[in-house]
Every structure is written in C-alpha cells, then in structure tokens.
C-alpha cells in the first residue's frame, strides 16, 4: 500500500486493483469510472473483484522491499512491492484456448470476424475449468496433461478446418462417429487439403512447438491447494453463467444466439457464434441425451407469389383434375394418441400446410418402369452435345429444368440420396439416412415402398462397397433388394490384382440390366461411383481410361480429369438406354437423374467450365435434373426454381402415386404450389427473390420491392422446414400415419 494525499486511508498501487477497490468500497457511486453503482451490479462485481483479487495474488510476486520516512513526528514504514508477473499453469489452457478458436475464426469466416461476448465466455470458462482439474496435480503431471489436452485439442481443430475445406460444413464429431472411419478412404483428398492449408495447420501447431521449447521455464507450475479452489470454480461459473445470463437477456428471434446454442439449429451456425469447443461440447451432449425439442415458428402459410408457368406442348383441352395431392388422414386422432409434445407439433403443421395440387401431368407416367440414378459428383457443365450425346438427349428432350439446384448437404453423398429419395431435408451433424436404416423408421412416402406396394420389381445397385453410409441397412427399409460389392456388384482389377478405384458405371449397368429388364414392372435404383474425386488421370481409374477423349479440350489436367471421369456415366447411360430399346421399353420407361452433390472439392474445375467465377451461394450449386421418357413427344420447359428434396414429390405424381403432399419437405415441381430452394445455411430462393442468410443481402428476381416481413416470414417457413425434417426423423412420424395406406 501507499499514502495517497487525497485519501485519508490507504489504496492500493495497482490501477485494476484501485478500479476492484473503488468497485467494492464506495457506497454510492464508483468515481474510478465516474458512474452510478447499482445493487444489481454489485451483485456482478463484489464476486468478480473477488475473483480477480485472487488471480492478482497468483500473478503477481509479493516479495518487495521496506522503506522508512519521516512525516513530521511520526516514522512510517511503507512496503513497496516488486511486481514480477508470473504465468500460472492454471491460466494456461484457457488462453491456449482462445488462440485456437481465434486463428480457426480467422481462417474460415474472414479476419474481421470474431467470436461474439458470449462465445468468449464459454471458451474461457471450459478452458478455465481444465486448468483447474489439471491444476491439482503435481507439476510432472500437470506438464503432461497440458501436452494431452494441447494435443487433442489441436487434431479437433486441424480435423475441422480440413473438413470444412473439403465440405463447406463443420464436422459434428461425436453425431458423426458411425461415418469417421469412412474418411480414412480418402486420404488423398485429405492430403490435398492439407497443403492447401498448411499454413492455418502450422498456426495450429505453433502452441505446441513453443511449449515444448518455453513450457517447463516460464510456465509457474504451481500445486493449488483447497482455499484456492473456490475462487478458480467461483470464476468458471461467473464465465459460464456469465454467457448464459447474456444469451438469456439477448434477443430470443429465429437464428438468435440463443436460439442457436438453446435449438441446436445448426452446427455451422454454433462454431460460428460460439466456437469450435462450443460445438463439439454441444455435440456431445445431444449424443449422449438426445437433441433439445424444437419448437416451430410462426409464419404464414399462404403463397405470395404464383409459380412461373411451365412451357408445354400444344395438346387438345380436356377437363384437368386439379384437386389436392392428399390422403385421408385423421389427423385428429394422431394428435389424441400422440406420445409427446413433439409429435403433436408436426401433427398441426401438416394440418395447417396448403396442399400442391393434381395438374395436368398427373398419372402422364402412371405404370411405367422407373430407372432412379443419382449421379456421383454430377454437375450440369459434364454435358455436352457433342462430347456426351446421351446425357446432352436425356437433358434437354424430357422435363428441362431451368433453375435446378443441388444445395450442399452436410453428409456429403450420403445427404445427397437422402434428400433426392426422401423429399426431406437432410438434419445437421448426423447421417440421416443412415439412421433411417438404423432405425427401421417408416418410409411410407418413398418410390420403393410405393411401388413395391403396386407389384413393382424393386432393386438396387451400387458399384462400390454394399455397406457403405449403412445401406445395407436404409435402402433395404426402403424396400429395395440391395447390391453392392460384398454381395453382389464383380469390382474391375488391374493387372496385379489390385481393384480399380472409381469403378466404372458401364459395369454397373452392364452387370445388372438382366436382372430386372425381364420383369416389368420394375423400379431400378443406381448410385453411380465413377465421378468420384480426386481428377487426377494418375490416380482416377476412370478419368485414366477417357483420357484421350478430352485430351484436346481447352482446360486444365484436373478440369480435364473430371470430364473423363464423367464420360464412364455417359457411356453407362449409353449401354442402358440402348438395352431398354433393344427390348421396346424406352417408350414405357421413365428414367430419373440427379446429382448427389457437386464435386465440392474442385470448385476452381466448375469455374473454368462455366467460362467465369460462379457466385459461391447459390450460382455454384446450380445443376441439371434428368427427367425423361421415350414416350415424350416434346420437351417441356420449367422455369420454377426447383432443388433435389423435389424430386419425389414430383415422381410421384407424373406416376400417379396417391401422396399426401403436405407431409413432404419438397414439393411437385409441376404444381402451381410456390416456389422455393433452401440451403443449409438457411439462406434459400423464392418467388421474388435471393436471400442471402451470411450476410442478409437480399436480390430481387423483379422488379417489385422485397419488404422486410416478406423476408421474416419467409425465414421462419425455412426454418420450420429444417426443424420439421429433424422431427420426423427423430420421432419417425410416418408410422402414425393410418396402416390401410398400405
């Protein structure tokens, strides 16, 4: 302490202790900060004074010297203190902590942004609390579990970045386990992007390096004892609760931080709002006790816009039925019957949905074969009229679809069937149709449920291993006879016996085509492999065996590869369409084909395709749908913005399928209903416009004002989109439906 010759009393020498002091001491106002001392904040303050009271008691060295002075007839003796900072193990992981989230913040979201308060809070208060439990031990042992957390610590954050690299989506580790040694299959697409960020990773690893070299030296390796304890556990819960008390205080709206870290609305949203420790935490918990229950917004289900007519060929006027697409369901007594609260929810959201209605394409396929392809890392810039004649004739001589699109899913191919062959949106941080099979969940509305239902032969086919994503569980429960290699599918060999990697499409057809070409009607599904990444013509099979085909072709060696690579699906479809002919059924067939996904991971290969850098949110996902039958006179143009989750909706009513449309995600494309794409991030196209979520940039597709309640209503039907896909995932709701559907 010092005398300060405007107080009567002592104060201490430190400005953050003399602000704690002021804080603590003065009854009315603080003058340190020149501001009213209310009680609620001292109630904030008096613990945290204490808090950091503490910390200055271990950050600061008390040893000092004594000086004496005469003041008039009195001797004081005043201690002087030598403040040495010293760095405690137990504030070590906390900082570490924030380092990371900070450089992994930077690296994805842009330098100048940055974890919001509440984020900060979480990260210091977790970090804080492993200080603590690794603080009360020896110094050996303290050394060692630093290294073990600092190591973890790094592979998670490493792990996400090249995930996210890879992707464009956060890796929800603990949801996503069943899938994580699948990745092991790709190491060449891991090592890939590795280099590309070699300098994030090396960031990453800097902690490490420098704690090995300075650890042991600078770091105070001190033993806390019981009296020190209380403080440290005291700070945690301020930080933690500190976060909490501000989520609760904040706004509660839709995409809110609270209803981010309360909803688990999306694992992207949270690392950006709270962080990669946050996510993983978060993860964790709904792993073990389940995902919180989603409450849906309110918003208005009524069309704003009319849906762009669809170009058809002239054809003589006959009476159109155009009533609902719906089944006779007693919604009434789902709801008496419902086991929770959840159930009850999607109940009323069904009830309250406008149904698309019967158009004059229903029934226009009705007891045809369907042949269902989705396409490995399909994009629309493959076809081409000379190059690939099959696909360019299958593209443009059926249904044409303008505004396609294949929005980025987050488990990657696996999202991408689900999506196509569901009607539903995929659910973040999980393999939703690979719980489907886990499960044995009601698909009641799928092609081979349906279909089979009606006498159709329904198979399944995949050129790669049958057990992969779980199939050998989903597309069974789908009512699908299964094969792949493992039980079926005779896998091409190089010349030292070594199996081809990607196998080749022209196999897959070729070696199934007589299995179900004999026994109409038949539904055939296929997931195609040979556009599998990487591009190279060194390490692609398939793109090695076209090589010569494009080798002439204006563009890059991976650009090149990838087109190759794609050539082994026109040749297949070739095969397929010619055997369908040969036995007079191209005319009775109808023949579906959508992408699982774009090849995500060679944007740069999409931007020299397209001539120009295609816009990252929604131009970059824009894609071509196949549908098509022999029997179609004219192509018919569709102009409305469509996405993969339509595809079934709009299959089963060019089949004449009974469906109830308001219990399916997408909707007819063919119908009058709205149009609408949404995208993982939530941002989606409508009828009037582009909405950009990042960053809230709306762009009209008119010339008509977008109003700012047209944007909130919109986002909140988007939001309930995503929530109610969760929930009849979570509560396999379709089993609620009545049995006599079947």
């Known amino acids: 302490l010092r005398l300060h010759p405007a107080h009567p009393y002592p104060q201490p020498v430190s400005p953050l202790l003399r602000l704690l002091y002021a804080l603590t ?44 002075f005469v003041l008039g007839k009195d001797t004081v003796m005043i201690h002087q203190p030598r403040f040495k900072f010293r760095f405690y193990s137990v504030f070590y992981i906390p900082l570490f902590l924030l380092y990371m989230e900070v450089i992994f913040h930077a690296a994805v979201f842009g330098v100048r942004s940055f974890l919001n308060l509440p984020g900060i809070f979480l990260i ?63 190491m060449d697409v891991i090592l890939k992007n590795i280099g590309l960020k070699l300098a994030v990773l090396l960031l990453f690893l800097l902690p490490l390096i420098l704690y090995g070299i300075f650890g042991r030296r600078k770091i105070t390796w001190h033993r806390i004892d019981k009296l020190e304890v209380l403080p440290l556990m005291a700070a945690c819960v301020l930080l933690h609760g500190g976060a909490l008390l501000l989520l609760h205080t904040g706004s509660h709206s839709l995409y809110s931080n609270y209803d981010i870290y309360y909803h688990n609305v999306s694992s992207d949203m949270t690392a950006e709002a709270f962080g990669v420790c946050a996510m993983t935490r978060l993860d964790g918990k709904y792993a073990l006790f389940g995902a919180p229950s989603k409450t849906l917004a309110v918003s208005s289900t009524t069309p704003e816009t009319a849906a762009p007519e669809t170009s058809v060929p002239e054809q003589e006027e006959q009476q159109i039925d155009t009533s609902p697409n719906i089944l006779n369901i007693d919604f009434d007594e789902i709801t008496a019957n419902a086991p929770n609260g959840n159930v009850v929810q999607l109940t009323q959201y069904f009830q309250s949905q406008l149904p698309s209605r019967k158009n004059e394409y229903t029934g226009m396929f009705e007891g045809y074969n ?45 999202d991408g069937e689900y999506a196509n062959l569901t009607g539903l949106l995929p659910t973040d941080g999980r393999v939703s149709l690979k719980e489907t099979g886990t499960r044995q969940s009601n698909m009641y509305f799928t092609l081979g449920r349906r279909l089979s239902a009606l006498g159709y032969a329904a198979n399944a086919y995949h050129n790669n291993s049958y057990t992969y994503y779980g199939r050998d569980l989903s597309h069974p ?122 090849p995500y991971n060679d944007v740069d290969v999409l931007n020299e395709l397209a001539g120009h850098e295609l816009e990252s949110e929604f131009e970059l996902y824009e894609n071509s749908l196949i549908i098509w039958s022999g029997s179609m006179e004219a192509p018919v143009t569709v102009e ?50 582009f909405y950009n979520a990042a960053t809230g940039a709306v762009t009209p597709l008119g010339e008509e004002e977008v109003s700012n309640e047209y944007i909130e209503n919109m986002s909140a039907i988007v939001y309930n989109k995503f929530s109610v896909s969760e929930m009849i995932l979570d509560e396999d709701y379709y089993q609620y439906l009545n049995g006599s559907f079947d």
């Open 25 to 68: 001491h003065t009854s009315i106002t603080a003058p340190a900060i020149d501001a009213p001392m209310t009680i609620s904040a001292r109630f904030i303050f008096f613990p945290l004074s204490f808090t950091l009271l503490f910390t200055s008691h271990l950050l600061y060295n008390k040893k000092g010297k004594c000086e004496t």
């Open 124 to 186: 210091l208060g977790l970090g804080l609390f492993l200080g603590l439990v690794i603080s009360l031990f020896p110094e050996r042992p303290q050394y060692i579990l630093i290294w073990i957390v600092q190591i973890l610590a790094v592979f998670l954050f490493c792990a996400e970045i090249i995930y996210y690299s890879v992707f464009q989506q956060f890796l929800a580790p603990f949801s996503m386990l069943g899938v994580a040694g699948q990745a092991l299959d790709f």
């Open 370 to 414: 369907v042949i269902f392809i989705t396409a490995e890392g399909f994009s629309k810039y493959a076809i081409d009229e000379t190059r690939t004649p099959t696909l360019y004739k299958l593209t443009n001589e059926g249904f044409v679809f303008q505004h396609y699109y294949t929005p980025p899913w987050y488990a990657s191919t696996s």
């Open 477 to 598: 429960n789908m009512r699908y006879n299964w094969h792949g290699t493992g039980n079926w599918f005779q896998p091409e060999t190089n010349d030292a016996g070594y199996e081809l990697w990607p196998q080749s499409d022209v196999q897959l057809i070729a070696q199934s085509v007589e299995d179900y070409i004999h026994s109409e009607p038949f539904l055939t599904y296929y997931m195609s492999v040979s556009g599998h990444m990487m591009y190279e013509f060194e390490s692609n099979c398939m793109s090695a065996r076209n090589k010569d085909a494009v080798a002439d072709l204006p563009y890059s060696d991976t650009a090149k590869g990838y087109l190759a690579s794609q050539l082994e699906l026109e040749k297949a479809l070739t095969l397929l369409l010619q055997t369908l002919e040969e036995n007079g059924l191209a005319d009775h067939t109808l023949i579906v084909l959508g992408a699982d996904h774009i």
């Open 640 to 689: 409305k913005y469509c996405y993969d989750v339509d595809i079934l909706p709009t299959i089963s009513n060019l089949l004449g399928i009974p469906y109830d449309s308001r219990l399916l995600i997408g909707q007819d494309i063919l119908s009058d209903s709205e149009q609408l794409v949404c995208f993982p991030d939530r941002s989606f196209i409508s009828g009037k416009c």
